[in-house]
Each structure stands twice: as C-alpha cells, then as structure tokens.
C-alpha cells in the first residue's frame, strides 16, 4: 500500500536558547547517556536561530546537507551536522532520503566564549523533529519535545535541556517521576522567587575551550573521585529540589557554588589534570562572596567547563547587583565584555 506522504517539500525554523546547568552532568557512558542527573536553568537571550529547507523524494537515498553559519559558507560545521545527521538516521529514517539546506546564527558572538552546542543542536533538533511530522504526520501528542530531546542529547548532552522551559531536569532521578537519561523534563514546582531569576555571564576569556568537553567527560572514567562524584551530584539535585520548592535563597546559593566548583575540582584530579579558571576567576568568585556577606544581596555564582563566571541573582535585587559588577567586577571582564541574560521560556518557532 502506498504510504501518504504529507509534505515533499517544506521549510521548519526554530530558535532555541542556551542554558546553565546548577547541577553538572559531567561524565558520561553508552550513546550519550549522563553519569548523573542534571538540573538547568534555560537562558533567554542566548540562543540559535535555526531555518531548514527540506526536500524529501522516498527510496531516493542520496541525502545531502547544505550549511550556512552567519551567511556563509562554514565547511567545518557542515561537516559536523553531515555526521551528526548520519548517526541518528535510526531516529529519523527520513533523513536517508532527504536533501537539508541549513541556515543557522547565534544571538552572541561566536568567539564571546558561550558555548553554542546546546543551542545550536536544540534547535537542529526541533527542526528535524518537526520536520519529520511534516514528511510522515504528526507524533502522540506531547511527543515532539521528547523526541526533540533526545536527538538534541545525541548531539550534545546538555542540549536535550534547551527544548523546555526554566528548570530543567535530565537523567533518571527518584525525585523526577518520569526523569529520563534518554530525556529531559521540565521542572514545574518551584518558589515564584526564581521566577526572572538572572544570569549576567561575565566573559573573563573568550575564545576556544582548552580542553573539550568530550576529552573533560571522558576523563572521568579514570578520576578516582568519580563515584562519590555521582553519589554527591544525586544528593545535591535532592537538595536543589527542595530549595526550589521553598524558595530558600541561602540553600540554592550554597548548591550551585558547590556544584560550580566540584566541576572545576573534578577538572583538576583528573589524569592529567587541568585547570580552567583564570586568575579573573577567582577573583570575581571572591569579591562575589564578600559583596554577598557585606549587602545580603541573594548573588551567587556558578561556573561552566571554562573560565568565564556566571552570576545569578534575584531580580529583585538586579539595581543593586548592577552597580557592583560595574564597579568591581567588569574590570575582570575581557575588553569589559559581559552578557547579561535571565532564565527563560524555551523555544520558540521562527
Ligand atoms: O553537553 P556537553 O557535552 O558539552 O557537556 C556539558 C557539560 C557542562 O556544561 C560542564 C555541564 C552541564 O551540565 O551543562
């Protein structure tokens, strides 16, 4: 029987923002699977817009993939997604008959230090989503962002939580019912507290990762501090939750600076160990923690696999959190550069 196609020929587009974990996923096993659950919180300025052509013609199977990164022509990337394309094609079967004429940029510049895999493959991965329910009919209901996540996961690991909203919760967890390593979920119980929580990213370092992601994850499978690792980063996600709940300010700062900082130390007891912090770094963690102990303003910081710091604070308290970093911190910041963003919504179409 002839299968009813429903779109040969179509166009899908979706901008996907970034987020910052609270709770590291750092070590990893099988196809993309965490060492431990995560919790992030979705960034709303910085993001990936993302724009597919595709051209589907069933039993062709020469698929083919054209990329575009800011209006030109980026072989490397391209490169990249034709490889990431080939390895879910399992998830996909479509794509093995499909031509993709991607467009792709980034609210942030490029070399400003923020990494661009969550964005960039959440959004690749709505897009393929979508593109798929265009091609063979729509999935169950409430199946598109699962499946958007685990093709985001499949690209890159902290991706699969850019696909929702505010907090976010990836790898399989007692205290998420329903939590996935496979997907993320969208926390939704938390102190209106958080709501408009911010997250002014102060860019000590721009620039290349010197060690990559991949290498850092991998070295954990030798880190002699990686079970305890696994067992803390359960017991702080616990934690996190009920501080989330409560909407107690003094817990959450406590956690996210632990959490910051475990990542760093499970950098530097690796084998061979580096250290990614900066000079700028730590002087900023400690001027953070005095302006803390000095004004009670609800500031803490928490960090990602590289030098640059990010500050989360109250909103309500932004006035006051504002005038210190200008005054004391922005001096840390290359040429001065900062990024100043809040939690977010999630994706939107384009
Ligand atoms: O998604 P990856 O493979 O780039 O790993 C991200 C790891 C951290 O950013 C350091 C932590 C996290 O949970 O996002």
Redesign the pocket.
């Known amino acids: 029987m002839e299968e009813k196609y429903r779109n040969n020929v179509g166009y899908v587009g979706w901008s996907c923002p970034s987020?910052?974990?609270l709770?590291?996923?750092?070590g990893?096993r099988s196809v993309?699977l965490?060492l431990n659950p995560?919790l992030?919180m979705t960034l709303k300025k910085a993001r990936t817009m993302t724009r597919l052509e595709f051209d589907y013609h069933p039993n062709n199977h020469n698929p083919s993939v054209h990329f575009r990164f800011e209006g030109n022509d980026a072989p490397a990337f391209e490169d990249r997604i034709i490889k990431f394309i080939k390895s879910i094609d399992s998830y996909i079967p479509a794509l093995a008959d499909t031509t993709l004429r991607i467009e792709s940029e980034n609210t942030f510049p490029h070399s400003s230090g923020i990494?661009s895999?969550?964005s960039s493959?959440a959004a690749l991965a709505m897009c393929l989503v979508q593109m798929e329910e265009k091609i063979k009919g729509p999935l169950a209901p409430g199946k598109l962002l699962e499946k958007a996540s685990i093709i985001a996961r499949l690209g890159?690991?902290?991706?699969?939580?850019s696909i929702y909203p505010n907090f976010v919760v990836?790898g399989a967890t007692d205290d998420w019912a329903g939590s996935s390593d496979e997907y993320a979920l969208p926390v939704t119980d938390y102190h209106e507290d958080y709501n408009q929580l911010c997250d002014t990213i102060l860019i000590v370092e721009s620039g290349q990762k010197k060690v990559?992601?991949?290498v850092?994850?991998s070295l954990m499978d030798t880190n002699p501090f990686s079970k305890s690792r696994i067992i803390q980063a359960r017991q702080n996600l616990s934690t996190l939750k009920t501080v989330l709940t409560e909407g107690d300010w003094d817990g959450f700062i406590a956690l996210i600076e632990l959490e910051a900082l475990t990542?760093h130390a499970m950098m530097m007891t690796s084998q061979p160990g580096y250290v990614l912090m900066l000079p700028g770094t730590l002087s900023i963690i400690e001027k953070v923690r005095e302006f803390r102990n000095d004004t009670g303003c609800r500031i803490g910081f928490t960090?990602?696999?590289g030098a640059n710091v990010h500050l989360l604070y109250a909103s309500g308290d932004a006035d006051k959190v504002n005038g210190f970093i200008n005054a004391e911190l922005v001096t840390f910041c290359e040429d001065g550069r900062m990024i100043m963003d809040q939690m977010g919504k999630g994706p939107s179409a384009l």
């Open positions: 987020n910052i974990a709770i590291k996923y750092w990893k993309q965490p995560s992030s990494a895999s969550a493959m890159s690991g902290s991706a699969s939580r990836w990559s992601s991949s850092g994850h990542l960090l990602d696999a």
